[in-house]
């Protein structure tokens, strides 16, 4: 097996090349999805690869999908190649796996979270939109008290404009708490289209490319589906969690438990509300089909307390907002490095550990669609559901 070093690339088109060549060379159907409306960071053409491991007709599939939020790609596309390496050598006759690379190529070339120039829009909040029916838009009340604070027209950490506009939410934070800020900021909101955690008014590029993923290369055989979204930014440092976006006795959360309970490192419904995700319109998807589903997502902590990646956020937001994207002036440098490395930190230890531990979660989805004696853990599932009804 290579260095762990050796699944972490640079740029979006080392990715995705690394991506290629290990789909080709360990046997793998390779697909690409183009016509992106923008083009990276060096001129390149964005494209979405698709890799499919297994037999013509699984009855289960395992999806895990990589830069939902662009930038945190670099460790999703790490995982997932050394997934194809070294995971995939003896899939049973009923299992496939699908791949799904750099499904917002834009964020992930240009180092942002969101899915386009124009658009600034964070996909795991765009989900509302499915696939072209109406969508009742939700509010985030919280938001407009916050939101010219998140991104002031200065960034530079002495201007008098930034040190208010921190102090401002230290404010909201300390008079409302921790839970309600949280909330305001990354619940998602659809009202300010400059803001963070911005939901969008209508399906981007890469929403319709999911879906268009989804009809083409999930076989009508498929009557099971395990789905992982892979994430970074949150959480401590170096730790590898495991996300449901569901309530507690939701039987997905309780499915998700009984999984990963020896290999992640905790398991969570979510900090704090979350609409429109990818994982939920996942499991929305199968469900309407008929087909049984767990979806979660990974998220691997990177920043060493007491500091967060709003503040890398913030910046980048800045820089587009009132700096016209310039990543060539020296804020512009600053801003970009910091994104990278507080979604996907460069320590050699840190990127061994959590490529080890998602490995570990990957293996145990993997498994969990191998076994034939499902009955034992839906019997499980079923007696802590009962559990909690009866408390």
Avoid at 50 to 62: L, R
Avoid at 143 to 171: C, F, G, M, T
Avoid at 265 to 279: E, H, T, Y
Avoid at 282 to 294: A, D, G, L, Q
Wanted: aromatic fraction near 10%.
């Amino acid at each position: 097996m290579k260095p762990a070093s050796d699944y972490f690339h640079q740029t979006y088109i080392e990715a995705c090349n690394a991506f290629r060549e290990a789909t080709q060379a360990n046997g793998g159907i390779l697909s690409s999805y183009g016509n992106h409306p923008d083009q990276g960071m060096h001129g390149e053409t964005l494209t979405t690869n698709v890799a499919y491991f297994g037999p013509k007709n699984p009855e289960k599939i395992f999806i895990t999908t990589s830069g939902t939020h662009g930038v945190e790609g670099y460790y999703g596309s790490a995982a997932q190649i050394n997934m194809i390496e070294n995971q995939l050598k003896n899939l049973p006759d009923d299992v496939g796996v699908l791949v799904i690379h750099a499904i917002n190529p834009y964020g992930f070339s240009h180092l942002r979270r969101v899915t386009g120039s124009k658009e600034n829009v964070d996909l795991n909040r765009n989900f509302i939109f499915d696939q072209g029916e109406d969508s009742i838009i939700p509010l985030n009340l919280g938001y407009k008290h916050v939101a010219k604070y998140l991104v002031p027209e200065k960034w530079a950490k002495n201007d008098s404009i930034r040190q208010e506009a921190d102090q401002q939410l230290a404010a909201y934070k300390n008079t409302f708490g921790a839970q309600a800020y949280l909330s305001a900021i990354y619940k998602g909101q659809y009202q300010f289209p400059d803001g963070i955690n911005y939901g969008g008014q209508e399906p981007t590029w890469s929403n319709k490319t999911f879906y268009q993923i989804l009809q083409d290369c999930v076989p009508a055989s498929v009557n099971e589906v395990a789905y992982i979204d892979l994430h970074t930014g949150w959480d401590e440092y170096g730790l590898v969690a495991i996300y449901t976006l569901m309530e507690a006795i939701h039987e997905n959360h309780l499915r998700a438990k009984a999984w990963y309970e020896k290999t992640a490192d905790k398991i969570m419904s979510s900090p704090f509300p979350v609409v429109g995700s990818i994982a939920n319109a996942t499991n929305e998807y199968f469900s309407e089909r008929n087909v049984k589903v767990t979806t979660t997502a990974i998220e691997v902590g990177t920043v060493k307390s007491p500091g967060t990646t709003l503040t890398a956020l913030r910046g980048d937001h800045c820089l587009y907002r009132y700096g016209n994207g310039d990543i060539h002036s020296l804020e512009g440098k600053a801003i970009k490095e910091k994104m990278r490395e507080d979604y996907c930190p460069s320590d050699p230890e840190w990127r061994e550990q959590v490529l080890q531990k998602s490995a570990n979660i990957i293996g145990a989805t993997i498994n969990q669609l191998k076994l034939t004696a499902e009955n034992k853990l839906e019997v499980g599932v079923g007696v802590e559901l009962r559990k909690r009804k009866n408390n």
